[in-house]
């Protein structure tokens, strides 16, 4: 709970940045907490079923990656036919304006879905957790020190709350119950 907490102040210190009426500030604020935290569910639930079907059913976690891929391309596909980038892409093709830059997020993106199933795979869901909200963590200081901006009132209500998730689970990691015969 502490962690997906830490995870709810972050989002909404990145999204706080501005509205146009406290109303509507604090409509889109609840709206989104309740996707940020709609979103973690699933995410967590995508987590234990990942690592379970790479750790107890022993599937590839690279066959697992593109299977994952195949199907986010599919949902792709489906909502530009709706959307008006597909219909600028039915005018112009689907590489117009590209250039080899482009394909820099889409290698890093793969390599990073591979690392992501990789960690799941052999650390757990669970770590994969502490490593995100860490890292989110990690931006924030970094951006304080290139870029001097200071961390937001959330940022630092979470990060106590991230390192004491982080020091529960190490001092009381979860322990499968033997069965008995």
Same mark, same amino acid.
């Given at each position: 709970?502490?962690? #997906? ?25 609840? #709206?989104?907490?309740?996707?940020? &935290? ?13 690592? /379970?079907?790479? !750790? ?14 195949? &199907? ?18 039915? !005018?112009?093709?689907? &590489?117009?304006? /590209? ?6 997020? +889409? ?24 490593? +995100? ?10 951006? &304080? ?7 937001? #009132? ?8 991230? #390192?004491?998730? +982080?020091?529960?689970? !190490? ?11």
């Amino acid at each position: 709970m502490l962690l #997906l907490t830490a995870a709810l102040l972050l989002t909404i210190g990145e999204s706080s940045a501005g509205g146009s009426g406290v109303a509507d500030h604090e409509q889109s604020t609840s #709206l989104g907490v309740i996707f940020v &935290f709609a979103a973690s569910v699933l995410s967590g639930l995508a987590s234990t079923l990942c690592q /379970w079907a790479v !750790q107890v059913r022993r599937r590839s976690s690279y066959l697992m990656t593109i299977e994952m891929s195949a &199907f986010g391309s599919f949902c792709l596909v489906i909502s530009m036919m709706h959307s008006p980038d597909g219909e600028a892409i039915r !005018q112009r093709g689907f &590489f117009s304006g /590209w250039t080899l830059q482009t394909l820099i997020p +889409i290698f890093t993106n793969a390599v990073g879905g591979i690392l992501v199933g990789l960690v799941t795979a052999y650390a757990g869901g669970v770590r994969k957790g502490f490593v +995100i909200v860490s890292g989110l963590l990690v931006t924030a200081l970094l951006q &304080f020190l290139f870029d001097g901006i200071p961390p937001s #009132l959330h940022t630092l209500l979470a990060m106590p709350m991230v #390192l004491s998730s +982080i020091v529960i689970y !190490q001092h009381y990691p979860y322990m499968a119950k033997r069965k008995l015969h």
